[in-house]
């Protein structure tokens, strides 16, 4: 009987892994704070009734969106609402509006930045063990992006990777779980050097990168991003943890953000994408998916 236990158990655990995330972003705004509180359950279902098994919250803490109690405990009970509907949930820490200008200045000033990161999603983690129910939690991210130009220069890098492995075993003292990070390309790095920084990082830190497809902003042409997409997804040597396809267009590129949501047709192509060597598969983002305020 034991015997049989042990044999089901090893392929409940073989399906799950083969399963692997198929997860959608969704990234909290304040403006979702006006949304009815009804609605919020129909949206994380609606989520699971396309086929998604993970929904990775961007961030947890941005500015001062969600610094006060209450909108924390706003946060709190969305992410029981997307675990109720059946869905895995990978926590994002701290963002910060600010983060592209404080990653320009030295890398001795970006090195105290860092240590001042670290300690506040080291409190976000610590916070989020504590008052989610155990076991809500299979992952954290982290909102900060790795791209192919802040980080050409070796002294900035090092400063990154140091901060990335002190983040990684920090968070895993709070709860042992993967810590996911996103990374894009702008073709600032040849895609050889770019996948073996990502290698480089990834190999010192343990943290598990999922690198943007670039379809929505369109910094590259579809035939330039293959490169960059190729070089890291090397199955036999260094492979990305998984994809993050765009389903948004950018309307003004260059400018502050703006983008829509991809028409049908292509939503439904982009929907089906799969990464290669077995990886995660990311979606970005929810609200680009559906409406909050129309879904019944």
Same mark, same amino acid.
């Given at each position: 009987?034991?015997?049989?236990?042990?044999?089901?158990?090893?392929?409940?655990?073989?399906?799950?892994?083969?399963?692997?995330?198929?997860?959608?972003?969704?990234?909290?705004?304040?403006?979702?704070?006006?949304?009815?509180?009804?609605?919020?359950?129909?949206?994380?279902?609606?989520?699971?009734?396309?086929?998604?098994?993970?929904?990775?919250?961007?961030?947890?803490?941005?500015?001062?969106?969600?610094?006060?109690?209450?909108?924390?405990?706003?946060?709190?009970?969305?992410?029981?609402?997307?675990?109720?509907?059946?869905?895995?949930?990978?926590?994002?820490?701290?963002?910060?509006?600010?983060?592209?200008?404080?990653?320009?200045?030295?890398?001795?000033?970006?090195?105290?930045?860092?240590?001042? =990161?670290?300690?506040?999603?080291?409190?976000?983690?610590?916070?989020?063990?504590?008052?989610?129910?155990?076991?809500?939690?299979?992952?954290?991210?982290?909102?900060?992006?790795?791209?192919?130009?802040?980080?050409?220069?070796?002294?900035?890098?090092?400063?990154?990777?140091?901060?990335?492995?002190?983040?990684?075993?920090?968070?895993?003292?709070?709860?042992?779980?993967?810590?996911?990070?996103?990374?894009?390309?702008?073709?600032?790095?040849?895609?050889?050097?770019?996948?073996? =920084?990502?290698?480089?990082?990834?190999?010192?830190?343990?943290?598990?990168?999922?690198?943007?497809?670039?379809?929505?902003?369109?910094?590259?042409?579809?035939?330039?991003?293959?490169?960059?997409?190729?070089?890291?997804?090397?199955?036999?040597?260094?492979?990305?943890?998984?994809?993050?396809?765009?389903?948004?267009?950018?309307?003004?590129?260059?400018?502050?953000?703006?983008?829509?949501?991809?028409?049908?047709?292509?939503?439904?192509?982009?929907?089906?994408?799969?990464?290669?060597?077995?990886?995660?598969?990311?979606?970005?983002?929810?609200?680009?998916?559906?409406?909050?305020?129309?879904?019944?």
């Amino acid at each position: 009987m034991r015997i049989l236990f042990a044999t089901l158990l090893c392929l409940l655990t073989i399906t799950v892994q083969a399963e692997g995330i198929r997860g959608i972003f969704y990234q909290p705004q304040q403006s979702d704070l006006a949304i009815p509180l009804e609605q919020w359950p129909k949206i994380f279902s609606a989520a699971k009734n396309k086929g998604f098994n993970t929904l990775v919250i961007q961030w947890t803490s941005f500015g001062d969106v969600f610094a006060s109690p209450k909108n924390q405990a706003w946060l709190k009970d969305r992410i029981i609402d997307a675990s109720q509907a059946d869905l895995k949930l990978i926590v994002g820490l701290s963002g910060d509006p600010e983060i592209f200008t404080r990653l320009k200045q030295p890398p001795t000033i970006v090195g105290s930045y860092f240590r001042k =990161m670290n300690q506040a999603n080291v409190g976000l983690a610590t916070l989020w063990a504590k008052t989610l129910p155990a076991g809500t939690v299979s992952g954290w991210y982290l909102p900060l992006e790795v791209d192919d130009r802040q980080w050409r220069a070796i002294p900035a890098r090092e400063e990154l990777t140091k901060y990335l492995v002190r983040q990684v075993n920090d968070l895993n003292k709070v709860l042992p779980l993967p810590v996911y990070i996103s990374s894009f390309f702008a073709g600032n790095m040849s895609p050889e050097r770019y996948a073996a =920084m990502l290698e480089n990082i990834q190999t010192q830190s343990n943290i598990h990168f999922w690198i943007q497809d670039g379809s929505g902003t369109n910094k590259l042409i579809s035939t330039e991003r293959d490169l960059y997409l190729t070089a890291v997804s090397n199955c036999a040597g260094y492979a990305a943890s998984g994809f993050i396809y765009e389903l948004f267009q950018q309307t003004h590129p260059d400018q502050v953000f703006a983008a829509k949501s991809l028409n049908p047709l292509e939503m439904n192509k982009t929907l089906q994408s799969k990464s290669p060597c077995n990886g995660d598969n990311l979606f970005f983002a929810l609200n680009y998916l559906m409406d909050f305020n129309t879904l019944k």
